[in-house]
């Protein structure tokens, strides 16, 4: 079995679960007490009214009926329409999604370029001064909750030493970039205009190292562990003994094979930073995705609740995907081992 | 003859069983001269039990017990911490220390209860995927797949979405996730053991599967699941204390760490001890938890999925 054939294998197994977490959030949506046409009309409707509405909606069929019906809209691109915003499910999403992402995306580099050579170095200076710090830094950070750190952060950096802001994703002067992919970073650059791009930037520090904290701890100890681990192997033992040079040692023969270990973890990390995102978007104003779920499961708006979880679980799908064929690329074990177990 | 052979036989397992015991107190002794080496697992489980102890306590050690609850004292709103009050006073003038100590309850108990439902139900379903195999194992497993791919809080957030918003609900949300978590960790185990020469001799004897689930695989699980709960019980804390930041768990007047920091967050920052201290019980817990769980890592010397 080839690798191309595991990593279709993956894609079918991806979906699989993408429509086990669909029908998992429809029935426990179809749950919701209250009824979505009596919401949807306000208390001073008939009862006509609402029934009329409740066919149109076509929730008078029976359950399975009802999710065959949406998931055909979902493939056509219709998700629904939000009770909140009057709007289709799928248009709020676009609208909010890049937000999310953006804040997301930083502080996943956030946690690759620090997490990662920290652990590195932890790793190989093992039960040095550097790795005794780096592992208490890394515990304290694992054990701050994301609005913690936000709101921590807001009260340092915003209030007190005053060089960040507290809210938003631009100042309330400054004038959105021309939206070509939604993300303000990407946008202002596009434009070129260094200035918005810099209070963007500015903006989206502090949330997103409040999304960042935990996933920097997490990589911080795995890539540790993962190097001290290579470093004990027998094929190291045997570098040493033929005299080559520690640098050499630890390019070459060192690097590649630690990788794989906070690779695979980095997948788990960007989910746990959506989850992240959900309290970090709240404490910040950020107007994100997470946001507007929150208020959704709030108003128990079904469809917009539906439609962000599964935008989530899309997401965390797609990344998964990505890791596993990096993975693949980097640790050619990966590739051998998953061939010949199946 | 035949009642003497019944009496060696009683002997023979009454001896057993004292050895038995004598090697579970050496091992207790083994594992408690270890941990006292080392400083990390010391300092988290001090933590711990301070916190434990505290909240246990919470109505003899707090200087104001009644202002966990419905209490307004006007005159002393927003009081800065200081001699009287040390965390100082909130909104509606109740002490904010007595009501983190009273906060530090309620975090304790989504703990056991999240992992008093969960852990059983994981580690049995994990038992059972695992040992028979088959249809069984893969639908198990597959269904865990399904509820680990959401983030744990956003999952609890649209499973408690179904229900009004109480701390009772949240602690039901979360623990219809947290399963998942003991169930992969005891899956896997349970595959690596049952291939073990000592589960092959007892399949041999005819031995029922009951049996060998729980004498000969649980309990070489034991000391991995203990360290994945000690590790969960600060990430299920800080899922609580999330849902209760958004307003999806505790409601005030009950004093809930994270309700506490959302609303003390509306009067940054001119009165930052009702974020601050809050803030710090929290992540001290947490952190307690933690070096407590990695601590106990070490000594028992696991390894396992998500630990």
């Known amino acids: 079995m080839k690798f191309t054939d595991y990593l279709l294998g993956r894609l079918f197994y991806s979906i699989f679960v993408l ?148 809210t938003g994703r631009l100042s309330l002067l400054t004038v959105p970039p021309p939206e070509r992919t939604g993300f303000y970073l990407i946008d202002s650059l596009l434009a070129g205009n260094l200035e918005t791009f810099w209070d963007a930037f500015v903006h989206i520090l502090l949330p997103s190292f409040s999304v960042a904290l935990i996933g920097i701890g997490q990589i911080t100890r795995i890539t540790r562990s993962s190097v001290s681990d290579v470093l004990s192997k027998d094929y190291i033992q045997f570098c040493k003994t033929l005299g080559i040079p520690n640098r050499l040692i630890t390019f070459k023969y060192m690097l590649r094979p630690s990788f794989t270990a906070p690779l695979t973890i980095i997948g788990l990390t960007f989910a746990s930073e959506l989850g992240n995102a959900f309290l970090v978007e709240q404490v910040f104003g950020w107007p994100g995705m997470a946001k507007y779920g929150i208020r959704a499961i709030l108003r128990k708006d079904f469809n917009a609740v539906m439609g962000v979880v599964m935008v989530i679980g899309l997401a965390f799908v797609i990344v998964n995907l990505i890791v596993d064929l990096v993975s693949g690329f980097i640790d050619p074990r990966i590739r051998l081992k998953e061939s010949s177990n199946e | 003859m035949s009642s003497k052979v019944n009496g060696d036989l009683e002997q023979k397992e009454l001896k057993v069983t004292s050895t038995k015991w004598m090697e579970l107190k050496n091992r207790i002794g083994r594992g408690w001269f270890r941990f006292r080496k080392n400083p990390i697992s010391l300092v988290g489980g001090g933590m711990v039990l301070l916190v434990i102890i505290l909240a246990v306590f919470a109505p003899y050690v707090t200087p104001f017990p009644t202002h966990a609850g419905k209490v307004t004292n006007f005159e002393k709103i927003f009081q800065p911490p200081g001699k009287e009050h040390w965390f ?153 204390a999330g849902l209760s930041f958004l307003g999806l768990g505790v409601q005030p007047p009950k004093p809930g760490l994270g309700t506490m920091i959302a609303y003390g967050a509306a009067h940054l920052p001119t009165q930052w001890w009702l974020t601050v201290f809050p803030s710090l019980a929290i992540f001290f817990l947490i952190f307690g938890f933690n070096l407590l769980g990695d601590g106990l890592r070490d000594m028992l010397d696991v390894e396992g999925e998500g630990i």
């Open chain 2, 88 to 240: 100082g006073t909130d909104e509606v003038g109740r002490d904010v220390f007595s009501r983190v100590i009273f906060g530090y309850r309620i975090s304790l108990l989504m703990a056991l209860v999240v992992l008093g439902i969960s852990v059983p139900f994981g580690v049995a379903l994990g038992l059972i995927a695992g040992y028979v195999g088959g249809i069984v194992e893969t639908i198990i497993m597959r269904i865990t797949d399904v509820f680990l791919s959401l983030p744990a809080l956003v999952m609890a957030l649209a499973i408690g979405a179904a229900f009004t918003p109480t701390i009772g609900k949240a602690m039901l949300a979360v623990s219809a996730i947290w399963w998942t978590w003991h169930c992969r960790l005891v899956h896997s185990l349970t595959r690596s053991i049952k291939t073990e020469d000592f589960v092959l001799a007892s399949q041999i004897c005819g031995d029922s599967p009951l049996r060998i689930i729980f004498k000969d695989i649980l309990p070489n699980c034991a000391s991995a699941i203990l360290v994945k709960i000690t590790l969960d019980a600060g990430f299920v804390i800080l899922v609580g």
């Open chain 1, 19 to 166: 429509i086990g977490l669909s029908i998992l959030i429809f029935v426990i949506a179809r749950m919701l007490p209250g009824d979505p046409a009596r919401l949807a009309l306000g208390p001073f409707a008939s009862g006509v009214q609402v029934a009329k509405l409740r066919h149109e909606m076509g929730m008078d069929k029976p359950i399975y009926l009802q999710y065959v019906d949406y998931i055909k809209g979902v493939l056509k691109g219709d998700m629904g329409k939000s009770f909140q915003t009057r709007r289709n499910v799928a248009l709020d999403i676009q609208h909010f999604l890049p937000a999310t992402l953006e804040l997301v995306g930083i502080s996943i580099i956030w946690v690759i370029i620090i997490g990662i050579p920290f652990g590195l170095l932890a790793g190989r200076y093992k039960d040095s001064w550097f790795d005794n710090v780096s592992r208490l830094v890394a515990f304290i950070g694992v054990a701050i909750p994301p609005f913690v750190a936000g709101l921590l952060g807001q009260l340092i950096f915003s209030y007190g030493l005053g060089i960040l802001p507290t």
